[in-house]
């Protein structure tokens, strides 16, 4: 049995290394350029196996891909979940499990085809990976997590395409140049295999792929030094470092409220246009405990400042949102945004006909209800949007609040639950892609940080470390462009669906 398994291990050694090799492409690893090259065993693994082989193996990777880059989500779930550290794993395990499926998928779909057609691998893999990342951004309410494309954080000249493509468009040619060097390892056997296999469709994807590539960088470095209109305003992240098991002990609610006044009074003094709390930053139900409420109004009305910060709300039923609120210089309401996109079994139990056994594996204060409204907030130096903890992660949700204008992002989240793990820099480097993909620079307050400033070009500007209680005010240039990513949003990923099913249904 010990025998046949590492038998088995070595048989599929080429997924494993694919997997790990992107494991390492990621935050906090950041070693990205192992992207460019990282599924090249994969590709060349896939080419002569059978469906169910090429299935087994795409399982396989994806297992230690998604399994590595989504272990913290055992964090949450074992310190705030009352769930034991082995089955809290165990629950990511399964998580991972369902994400290998669409590795696998591709596996056998590209293994199938390439055997089949003489198309280059540099074309069917790009085309049938970036459909079915696209599909998973959105299939049982969407986990993008961990798409190809995000590695690539810091390579800004490469990534500025995405203001076109969206995430998926920088995954495609991360995984068409993977194809390319697969082709050149796979063309004598091709060729071995079919006497007749034409060079023809092979060379002329070279020369596509490297004209693509010129026109890629070409445009990056455009608009890296790209002088758009916009204004400069100054802002303020207050990050308040609360441990999250404490927030809501009723002896601690005042510390907390005190801690984030303190540290925005020190803000206040390099006068900032806004200051900017996280999520669920005040530990108490605002609106419906008066006397915190006026406290917090009475305190703003002081800071000479606008006022954003996260707040569960209370609603009519027993229900509640988790909430951002704004507070214009007069200490009023302006703006108000529900939470649209909740976590499942975090803020809500899905298909709770069926899972009513389900409670909820983080402990909070009751089922949320979901927000409707893709609304941003006006102001005199600008209009801005407010994305909630993972709502930076979808591409298609942030895009919404800036189809008719605006001036920049604001995400507020809670960290905590990630613990110190690779969770909260993979967060992070996520508002990076919303910046480019919109031309907007993203104002982000956490609480355990990571906290930050990105300019719409995707250039951090500035941010917190991890578990500091600080604040930071940087001067942000908003930017009223209006993407073509924003204007048309997915429509490269449904070319790309298109061309996949026209591939697959193809015959001999």
């Given at each position: 049995m010990k025998t046949s398994f590492i038998k088995l291990l070595f048989y599929y050694s080429p997924a494993t290394i694919s997997g790990l090799l992107l494991f390492f492409s990621f935050p906090e690893m950041d070693i990205f350029p192992l992207a460019w090259i990282a599924l090249i065993p994969l590709l060349i693994f896939l080419y002569d196996k059978d469906t169910k082989t090429s299935f087994k193996a795409g399982f396989f990777f994806g297992c230690v891909y998604f399994f590595s880059t989504t272990y913290w989500i055992y964090h949450s779930i074992n310190k705030y979940g009352s769930i034991p550290f082995i089955p809290s794993l165990f629950l990511v395990l399964l998580l991972s499990l369902y994400l290998s499926l669409y590795p696998a998928l591709f596996s056998s779909l590209y293994s199938s085809i390439l055997k089949r057609s003489t198309l280059p691998a540099m074309f069917v893999a790009p085309v049938l990976w970036t459909t079915l990342e696209f599909v998973r951004s959105y299939a049982l309410t969407g986990f993008p997590w961990s798409s190809l494309g995000y590695s690539q954080y810091k390579f800004l000249p490469f990534i500025q395409g995405a203001d076109i493509t969206g995430i998926y468009g920088i995954s495609f040619i991360l995984v068409a140049v993977n194809g390319a060097f697969a082709d050149m390892f796979l063309l004598s056997r091709r060729k071995e295999k079919r006497p007749l296999f034409p060079l023809i469709p092979t060379v002329s994807g070279f020369v596509i792929l490297f004209i693509l590539l010129i026109a890629t960088f070409s445009y990056g470095f455009y608009r890296l030094n790209e002088i758009r209109e916009g204004t400069h305003i100054k802002a303020a992240v207050v990050q308040g470092n609360i441990e999250q098991d404490k927030k809501w002990v009723p002896s601690y609610q005042?510390?907390?409220?005190?801690?984030?006044?303190?540290?925005?009074?020190?803000?206040?003094?390099?006068?900032?246009?806004?200051?900017?709390?996280?999520?669920?930053?005040?530990?108490?139900?605002?609106?419906?405990?008066?006397?915190?409420?006026?406290?917090?109004?009475?305190?703003?009305?002081?800071?000479?400042?606008?006022?954003?910060?996260?707040?569960?709300?209370?609603?009519?039923?027993?229900?509640f949102t988790n909430s951002a609120v704004f507070l214009n210089k007069d200490g009023n309401i302006s703006y108000l945004h529900d939470k649209i996109h909740l976590v499942p079994f975090g803020e809500y139990v899905p298909l709770k006909g069926i899972l009513f056994f389900v409670d909820k594996l983080v402990v909070g204060v009751g089922d949320y209800v979901p927000g409707k409204d893709y609304i941003r907030a006006v102001t005199p130096f600008g209009s801005f949007g407010t994305l909630i903890c993972y709502e930076i992660i979808f591409p298609g949700l942030v895009r919404k609040f800036y189809t008719r204008g605006g001036d920049f992002i604001v995400t507020i989240t809670n960290d905590a639950w990630f613990g110190k793990t690779h969770g909260p820099y993979q967060h992070f480097s996520m508002s990076v892609f919303r910046a480019v993909e919109n031309r907007k620079p993203v104002i982000r307050a956490a609480n355990t940080g990571i906290s930050g400033f990105i300019d719409s070009n995707g250039r951090i500007m500035g941010r917190t470390n991890l578990f500091e209680r600080t604040f930071l005010v940087k001067e942000v240039k908003t930017d009223k462009t209006l993407s073509f990513y924003t204007k048309f949003g997915d429509i490269f990923s449904y070319f790309c669906i298109v061309t996949a099913i026209l591939l697959s249904i193809k015959k001999k």
């Open positions: 005042d510390e907390v409220v005190k801690i984030y006044k303190e540290l925005s009074i020190s803000a206040s003094l390099q006068k900032p246009n806004i200051i900017v709390w996280p999520e669920t930053a005040v530990p108490f139900y605002f609106g419906a405990d008066n006397a915190r409420s006026n406290e917090v109004i009475s305190f703003q009305r002081g800071l000479n400042s606008y006022l954003l910060f996260g707040s569960v709300l209370f609603k009519e039923g027993n229900l």
